[in-house]
């Protein structure tokens, strides 16, 4: 265990970025602190956090004497040049924009739509009701796991994970989707592909340990 006291991450308990970290933070045998912001009761808002994100979004990471480090696939890369081992990318660089772009089809293609900020404005400005809210995310993970399934099981390079046999950012991605998705009661069908590579995700205990419903701030089930 790499021990980096030094490293703080400003976290909550179901937000899909900082999941990414997490899970990324145990495969690569990393400890950091976590503090919480309660994203549902606006502290991501107040002005001590907007110090840290002034863009009201977790999570931060926070290495001392830096400025603090934001967006999720930025933190993803940074630990993986921090920590080689293992590898969350592959050597070619080829296979390295292909880990990069699906990480991307889901962490800014489809994450972004779903946020609480989208949801906060459809609501107050739009109109939105739960209902419309609900096929709204579901409009969102559809489209862009859909498109996803139809990459993922066309191409040669997807193997047990995303890309190839051993779990890459990719992979990290798509279960941060997966992961509030069943917060949200969502599912998406028709996506084997996806379906089989979730479940060779879900046996790694890096991601078990990763599970928004495990951490601090989660509701009892
Ligand atoms: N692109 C950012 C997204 C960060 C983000 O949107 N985080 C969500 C939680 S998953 C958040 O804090 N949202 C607050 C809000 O939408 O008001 C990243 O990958 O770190």
């Keep these: 265990m790499v021990h980096a006291p030094t490293v703080e991450l400003f976290s909550y308990w179901r937000t899909s970025a900082t999941y990414r970290v997490r899970v990324a933070f145990n495969l690569k045998n990393i400890q950091a602190n976590e503090r919480f912001i309660n994203v ?9 956090y907007l110090k840290i994100n002034p863009m009201g979004a977790i999570p931060a990471l926070i290495l001392s004497g830096k400025a603090p480090l934001t967006q999720s696939l930025a933190i993803l890369e940074f630990l993986e040049e921090l920590q080689p081992q293992p590898p969350l990318l592959p050597t070619d660089i080829f296979e390295r924009a292909r880990v990069r772009s699906i990480a991307q089809m889901l962490a800014v293609d489809i994450h972004p739509l779903i946020t609480p900020r989208i949801k906060k404005h459809l609501m107050h400005v739009n109109g939105f009701d739960d209902a419309l809210w609900k096929a709204w995310q579901s409009k969102w993970f559809t489209t862009g796991l859909s498109a996803l399934e139809q990459r993922l099981a066309s191409e040669s390079a997807t193997g047990r994970f995303c890309h190839g046999d051993s779990p890459t950012i990719a992979d ?13 009661k969502i599912t998406v069908p028709d996506i084997p592909t996806i379906d089989r590579i979730v479940t060779a995700c879900e046996q790694l205990d890096a991601f078990v340990r990763a599970e928004p419903m495990r951490q601090v701030g989660a509701p009892s089930q």
Excluded: K, N
């Design 40 to 48: 549902d009761a606006g502290e991501h808002q107040s002005p001590e």
């Design 172 to 184: 990290i991605c798509l279960m941060s989707i997966v992961v509030v998705m069943r917060i949200f």
